[in-house]
């Protein structure tokens, strides 16, 4: 028997409402009721949409693995509706995460702490720290309330894919591998959470992310750790540390040289989308006549590039396309976790 997809449900709270709406309500209880039975909901954060599961459920979160496709040594950020819940599931609450928390939650930032007992193996990779981050999504933020339960919530996509910033790039990746679709609108922030070690002295970021390094370090009150490569053996203690990553399925190629690239490519006979911030440069409209050239204006501003980056990767899949080419970004702080991105997605397969 073939199973069905998975209902999207649609949960518009207003801005101004101090709780949601009854069919936004109903939304969330129906969600509820299929974590507490241990399925698989999608959900809308301000970053991505994750797949959630009951954290505390080892079996229920082994189901976000299967779905996904995810490597086991790959640990899973858990979300919690408050403070208070994320310190029940830490071991110890260091000064730097309890800095970052009072400052940016709820927030696009992940703090890594030591993983209290209630966490299972599976959810740390059997690692000794726990990843947490209350989302800035009141739709999220209300269903874990409800559930009562921390959420063990990746991306809502196979592994190494694009992630979704909509329910129906949520439904493309996933489809009847899920249980639920919770519709709360598309992402605001587009990419991922930054995440921060605060297990080490002096914090270190692991995942850069829309919250910045100079934002960090004004918080704790002292310098930040870079990121550095991940090594091989043992446990992650983030997710995002693999090479490849938020890849699409059209090959993707980041170049200093995408003019040149991109007419290489269209003499060759290939047909190429392209994301581009320089719309007004002469060679970028010579090239534009060609009918085998999709050119995508990309924003100029790091954080309006990364707002639409994932759902303008996710359309140039749709269109048969045999090369994406994206021009190389900035090198400075503003573009770190953009560059972040499109550097795993351009890894080779």
């Not at 995810?70 to 995460?97: F, K, S």
């Not at 002469?282 to 590039?305: C, D, K, N, T």
Request: glycine share 8%.
């Amino acid at each position: 028997m073939v199973r069905p997809l998975p209902p999207i449900l649609r949960a518009v709270w207003p801005a101004g409402a101090v709780d949601p709406p009854p069919d936004a309500q109903a939304a969330i209880d129906r969600a509820v009721e299929v974590l507490g039975r241990g399925g698989l909901v999608a959900i809308p954060t301000e970053t991505v949409y994750g797949l959630a599961a009951d954290a505390l459920d080892a079996e229920a979160v082994a189901g976000i693995f299967r779905a996904k496709g995810r490597p086991a040594t790959n640990p899973i950020i858990v979300h919690v509706a408050d403070v208070a819940m994320a310190r029940e599931l830490a071991a110890a609450w260091p000064p730097a995460a309890a800095a970052i928390a009072a400052r940016f939650w709820p927030g696009p930032v992940t703090v890594v702490v030591p993983r209290g007992p209630r966490i299972p193996d599976i959810v740390t990779a059997g690692g000794p720290t726990v990843a947490l981050r209350c989302p800035d999504h009141r739709l999220a933020r209300r269903l874990i309330a409800a559930a009562g339960v921390p959420l063990a919530a990746p991306s809502a996509n196979r592994s190494e894919a694009v992630s979704p910033t909509t329910p129906h790039h949520v439904l493309e990746s996933l489809g009847n591998r899920i249980d639920l679709i919770l519709d709360g609108g598309p992402c605001r922030a587009g990419i991922e959470s930054t995440v921060i070690d605060c297990t080490v002295s002096p914090p270190r970021i692991l995942r850069p992310g829309p919250l910045s390094q100079a934002a960090i370090e004004a918080a704790v009150g002292e310098s930040v750790a870079r990121p550095e490569a991940a090594g091989s053996a043992g446990p992650a203690r983030s997710p995002g540390q693999q090479p490849r990553h938020y890849a699409p399925r059209t090959p993707l190629d980041l170049r200093g040289d995408a003019a040149a690239h991109v007419a290489a490519l269209l003499e060759s006979g290939k047909r190429v989308g392209w994301l581009t911030s320089r719309t007004d440069d002469s060679e970028v409209r010579r090239l534009a006549a060609s009918r085998s050239l999709v050119i995508v204006p990309m924003p100029a501003g790091s954080a309006e590039f990364a707002s639409r980056l994932y759902a303008t990767l996710h359309a140039l899949d749709q269109r048969q396309l045999d090369r994406i080419v994206v021009d190389e970004p900035p090198v400075d702080e503003d573009w770190r976790a953009v560059r972040d991105r499109l550097t795993r997605a351009a890894a080779s397969r």
